[in-house]
């Protein structure tokens, strides 16, 4: 049985720094994407940042980007979000997926022809952890 389980939110200052940990059981990390969601009430989930077990490729959301690190304990089974620098806009509840491989290779073209991410659908999810940055 697949089980993500989610901790390390709580309520910060902006400009302060969280660490988010990911613990995975059930779902070997070999060939493996796990990636971090965020949801505030009223607005769609985003995909924040995902990374390849394999390799340890990461991949960000253009407003993380610079300030939220994706990385892993593949002996602990554990990925971790660590977000610096936060503002209120990141203010969510924090949810971490995991899927195949497949899900860490989407990506769009973008009007420079550069690759960009897409995050999509994943099928496993945890419960959350709640991120609240306060101006």
């Known amino acids: 049985q697949v089980k993500l389980v989610e901790s390390g939110g709580g309520s910060v200052q902006a400009g302060e720094s969280l660490r988010l940990s990911c613990r995975v059981s059930?779902?070997?990390?070999?060939?493996?994407?796990t990636a971090w969601f965020r949801q505030y009430p009223g607005k769609a989930r985003e995909g924040v940042a995902r990374?390849?077990?394999?390799?340890?490729?990461?991949d960000y959301a253009d407003s993380v980007k610079g300030r939220f690190t994706i990385s892993q304990d593949n002996t602990e089974n554990t990925v971790y979000l660590q977000m610096d620098n936060l503002k209120p806009e990141d203010t969510g509840m924090y949810y971490c997926?995991?899927?195949?491989?497949?899900?860490?290779?989407?990506?769009?073209?973008?009007?420079?022809?550069?690759?960009?991410?897409?995050?999509?659908?994943?099928?496993?999810w945890g419960q959350g952890t709640q991120v609240t940055v306060s101006s």
């Open positions: 059930g779902y070997p990390s070999g060939n493996r994407c």
């Open positions: 997926a995991a899927d195949g491989e497949f899900a860490c290779f989407r990506v769009t073209a973008t009007d420079t022809g550069l690759a960009k991410p897409v995050f999509g659908d994943f099928g496993a």
């Open positions: 990374i390849y077990t394999t390799n340890g490729h990461s």
